[in-house]
T-cell receptor, first 117, second 114 residues
Framework: SAVISQKPSRDICQRGTSLTIQCQVD?????MFWYRQQPGQSLTLIAT?????????ESGFVIDKFPISRPNLTFSTLTVSNMSPEDSSIYLC??????????????FGPGTRLLVL | AQSVTQLGSHVSVSEGALVLLRCNYS??????LFWYVQYPNQGLQLLLK??????LVKGINGFEAEFKKSETSFHLTKPSAHMSDAAEYFC????????????FGTGTKLQVIP
């Protein structure tokens, strides 16, 4: 299994500022993802964090707004830039891990609850 | 585009009763299908997944789901609800063969009444 921790667990920020969320995994993983879960809504994939190269963003998400770093196989950061109240959401880090040989499982971190005033 | 529809944003069952959470997908090709559970103030946890092997998939905590191609459904069931099953459940679909490009449904909150 993979244990994922995220920092901060929650934050309240002023509009126009930026927040960097950290994701740490206790084992090396190939795939790391960042999701957003807006109030009362389901999860939406923001991007796939690629080790050693630029992240792959989904439609509607851009690097200038959500820059992502992944310096190694156990760590990634997501920055929410120039925040507005619409960015209030839970941000989740997720990894794909190999378990039991070929079996693959997806694990999620506990999330970062962000409120933008 | 791939999508999943979860019927019922809230479902209430009595403790010991059958749990049935509905999920339908839209696809012209065989998908990978998942059910996740999110307990209050916790991250998502994979319950089970369908990857084109057996159509009846057994997961953790006594849950299972059956893939029905003719109905494009992947409903989640559990014979007897327990209080600890109270959580939000998400159905999800992917065509990538893995966990990339996973699309989640809107979720169903399960309430278990003692």
């Amino acid at each position: 299994s993979a244990v994922i921790s995220q920092k901060p667990s929650r934050d309240i920020c002023q509009r126009g500022t930026s927040l960097t969320i950290q994701c740490q995994v206790d084992s090396q993983v190939t795939m790391m993802f960042w999701y957003r879960q807006q109030p009362g809504q389901s999860l939406t994939l923001i991007a796939t964090a690629n080790q050693g190269s630029e992240a792959t963003y989904e439609s509607g998400f851009v690097i200038d707004k959500f820059p992502i770093s992944r310096p190694n196989l156990t760590f990634s950061t997501l920055t929410v830039s120039n925040m507005s109240p619409e960015d209030s959401s839970i941000y989740l880090c997720s990894v794909e891990a190999i378990t039991s040989g070929r079996s693959e499982t997806q694990y999620f971190g506990p999330g970062t609850r962000l409120l933008v005033l | 585009a791939q999508s999943v529809t979860q019927l019922g944003s809230h479902v209430s069952v009595s403790e010991g009763a059958l749990v049935l959470l509905r999920c339908n997908y839209s696809s012209s090709v065989p998908p990978y299908l998942f059910w996740y559970v999110q307990y209050p103030n916790q991250g998502l946890q994979l319950l089970l997944k369908y990857t084109s092997a057996a159509t009846l998939v057994k997961g953790i905590n006594g849950f299972e789901a059956e893939f029905k191609k003719s109905e494009t459904s992947f409903h989640l069931t559990k014979p007897s609800a327990h209080m600890s099953d109270a959580a939000e459940y998400f159905c999800a679909v992917s065509f990538s063969g893995g966990y990339q490009k996973v699309t989640f449904g809107t979720g169903t909150k399960l309430q278990v009444i003692p």
